[in-house]
């Protein structure tokens, strides 16, 4: 099992910075899953306990100048391990002008992912600085736990207003509950509300559009059957959209959410060669 990589690009190196420091935010501990040509970051906190979920795949070729792996084995070429986002994210905040980084997947005393940051220096000769990243080797019979969720089949999928609109508003709302609703249609309308004994307070966003696959035949029920004004709504705790939209740096360039009445709220952010998934489940 072999693994070790290369970044050059400064512009690629600062992106992929952005977007382990979102996951950090998401993350306390996650699986990194290497393949040839991916790495994808996964929680699966499970669900049926009510823990969020998150699953974001990245393009190697889109980030890394040099990318060599070899998995477990011929046929299932792949390496799973454990680590703590916020320690990769801390490696990476030294590497913010660096000349190059370099990972790679040591055994000294235990499985380490090395960041070793390259500075330029004003001798000849370059500072390199090492971080040794503990990681956990996921065993292969334990592989399918950290399979891509699936989408549940929803009831409303639309656009998401500009986020930091979305993010202010959930932060004023945060003071005053711990549950939000998030209720959209099939008309591009959006509302999110909370309700106390004492206050009750609602913002409403309209025309934000509706992704195309949303009134197409398949496993949604065409939109001729559907009552377009008619919202979906799930009630989900607050403080886990908040992190979702205080750690988001992947600075998306879609970002839409699918309701799945009183189940589940799941988010979609998309950059180019990164999507982010991330499932909020609902609250009876």
């Given at each position: 099992?072999?693994?070790?990589?290369?970044?050059?690009?400064l512009?690629?190196l600062?992106?992929?910075?952005?977007?382990?420091n979102?996951?950090?935010?998401?993350?306390?501990?996650?699986i990194?899953?290497?393949?040839?040509s991916?790495?994808?970051?996964?929680?699966?906190?499970?669900v049926?306990?009510?823990?969020?979920?998150?699953?974001?795949?990245?393009?190697?070729?889109?980030?890394?100048?040099?990318?060599?792996?070899e998995?477990?084995?011929?046929?299932?070429?792949?390496?799973?391990?454990?680590?703590?986002?916020?320690?990769?994210?801390?490696?990476?905040?030294?590497?913010?002008?660096?000349?190059?980084?370099?990972?790679?997947?040591?055994n000294?005393h235990?499985p380490?992912?090395?960041?070793?940051?390259?500075?330029?220096?004003?001798?000849?000769s370059?500072?390199?600085?090492?971080?040794?990243?503990?990681?956990?080797?996921?065993?292969?019979?334990?592989?399918?736990?950290?399979?891509?969720?699936s989408?549940?089949?929803?009831?409303?999928?639309?656009?998401?207003?500009?986020?930091?609109?979305?993010?202010?508003?959930?932060?004023?709302?945060?003071?005053?509950?711990?549950?939000?609703?998030?209720?959209?249609?099939?008309?591009?309308?959006?509302?999110?509300?909370?309700e106390?004994?004492?206050?009750?307070?609602?913002?409403?966003?309209?025309?934000?559009?509706?992704?195309?696959?949303?009134?197409?035949?398949?496993?949604?029920?065409?939109?001729?059957?559907?009552?377009?004004e008619?919202?979906?709504?799930?009630?989900i705790?607050?403080?886990?959209?908040?992190?979702?939209?205080?750690g988001?740096?992947v600075?998306?360039?879609?970002?839409?959410?699918?309701?799945?009445?009183?189940?589940?709220?799941?988010?979609?952010?998309?950059?180019?060669?990164?999507?982010?998934q991330?499932?909020?489940?609902?609250?009876?």
């Amino acid at each position: 099992m072999r693994f070790r990589a290369k970044i050059v690009d400064l512009a690629c190196l600062n992106h992929f910075s952005r977007i382990i420091n979102t996951i950090a935010k998401l993350a306390k501990t996650c699986i990194l899953r290497l393949t040839v040509s991916k790495l994808y970051f996964i929680l699966s906190d499970k669900v049926a306990n009510g823990g969020a979920s998150m699953w974001c795949e990245l393009s190697q070729g889109n980030f890394f100048d040099e990318f060599q792996m070899e998995g477990v084995a011929a046929e299932h070429n792949e390496i799973y391990l454990e680590l703590k986002p916020e320690n990769l994210s801390r490696a990476l905040k030294t590497a913010q002008n660096a000349k190059a980084v370099k990972m790679k997947l040591t055994n000294k005393h235990c499985p380490c992912l090395r960041v070793a940051v390259e500075l330029p220096s004003l001798s000849s000769s370059s500072r390199i600085v090492t971080h040794d990243i503990p990681v956990g080797v996921i065993p292969r019979r334990m592989w399918n736990d950290f399979r891509e969720p699936s989408v549940p089949d929803f009831d409303v999928s639309i656009y998401l207003p500009a986020l930091k609109t979305m993010k202010s508003v959930v932060e004023r709302m945060k003071n005053l509950s711990n549950f939000i609703v998030i209720e959209a249609n099939l008309s591009g309308e959006m509302n999110l509300k909370i309700e106390t004994d004492l206050v009750s307070v609602t913002t409403h966003f309209k025309d934000l559009g509706n992704p195309p696959w949303a009134s197409e035949d398949g496993c949604q029920s065409s939109a001729q059957d559907r009552d377009l004004e008619s919202m979906a709504e799930a009630c989900i705790d607050i403080k886990k959209l908040q992190l979702l939209l205080a750690g988001q740096q992947v600075n998306p360039t879609k970002a839409l959410c699918n309701i799945v009445r009183k189940r589940i709220v799941h988010f979609i952010l998309l950059h180019e060669e990164v999507s982010l998934q991330y499932f909020i489940p609902a609250i009876a």
